[in-house]
């Protein structure tokens, strides 16, 4: 797995060997016990050294900025809302579906997690690893533009560096089926992310996709984790497993 990006470190957490399907989960919201969630969280900054920001996905477009204000206080900005960061509380979630980073001039600034179970899971940095981003993004999220949404507003912050990228594991193209109608109907916007199943139905192929939209970008670097979630049965997949937890993706500025 690729743990160097720009300066920046990327870590995964997965399900892990054993028959637990809710085993090394990070997420809240899939059932498992609220405490034990929390404390697995807890352990994970503590180990890391550094607080991690979570999100609450709901497969949206919205993207969440953090800094650091003149006045030593974390804030974060989201659309028009502006608020100061818990960096102590690991169950402060930001409801959004991605999150990018500043911390320029900010040392230990927290690393961000993206949680998903097949779903896309995107991290990028740019300016030496200083400005980092976590990106969930599921087909609708996808097509709906928000990672070139997130690589627009990274730009801004900082638009004569190169943007790199990686993708952690996701349903990979010879495993996503679709209805026949969907894929055809994605294909007619993004016609890379048309697939086939290994066993002949009609397929969607999200990283394929993801990769040819970040290429159009102008990202100098995309790497692929090739593992498929629903292949792979130490990566949690909500296909293969329905009770299932959440992989978590968690990328921190340089």
């Not at 169950?91 to 500043?102: F, P, S």
């Not at 638009?159 to 495993?175: F, M, N, Q, R, T």
């Not at 009609?202 to 990769?211: E, G, K, N, S, V």
Request: hydrophobic content about 40%.
């Amino acid at each position: 797995m690729l743990t160097q990006l720009n300066g920046a470190s990327i870590h995964l957490v997965q399900a892990g060997r054993g028959t637990a399907s809710l085993r090394n989960n990070v997420a809240h919201h899939v059932g498992d016990d609220f405490q034990l969630v929390k404390e697995r969280r807890q352990l994970l900054a503590s180990e890391f050294e550094r607080p991690i920001l979570w999100m609450n996905q709901t497969h949206s477009h919205v993207i969440g900025l953090v800094v650091m204000t003149a006045d030593g206080h974390p804030t974060l900005n989201l659309d028009t809302h502006t608020s100061t960061l818990n960096l102590s509380d690991p169950m402060d979630t930001i409801e959004a579906d991605g999150v990018i980073i500043d911390a320029r001039g900010w040392q230990d600034a927290p690393g961000i997690a993206v949680m998903t179970a097949d779903c896309l899971p995107i991290v990028l940095s740019t300016a030496g690893g200083t400005i980092v981003a976590a990106v969930h993004a599921g087909r609708k999220g996808l097509f709906d533009g928000i990672i070139t949404r997130a690589v627009t507003l990274m730009r801004r912050l900082a638009p004569s560096h190169d943007i790199e990228v990686y993708i952690a594991p996701a349903i990979c193209g010879d495993c996503y089926e679709v209805p026949a109608q969907m894929r055809d109907e994605c294909a007619v916007e993004r016609p890379e992310s048309a697939s086939r199943t290994s066993w002949g139905t009609p397929a969607l192929d999200l990283p394929r996709a993801a990769q040819a939209e970040l290429r159009a970008l102008g990202c100098t670097r995309i790497e692929i984790d090739p593992r498929c979630t629903l292949e792979d049965p130490t990566l949690h997949s909500y296909r293969r497993d329905r009770e299932c937890g959440r992989n978590a993706t968690i990328i921190f500025p340089a």
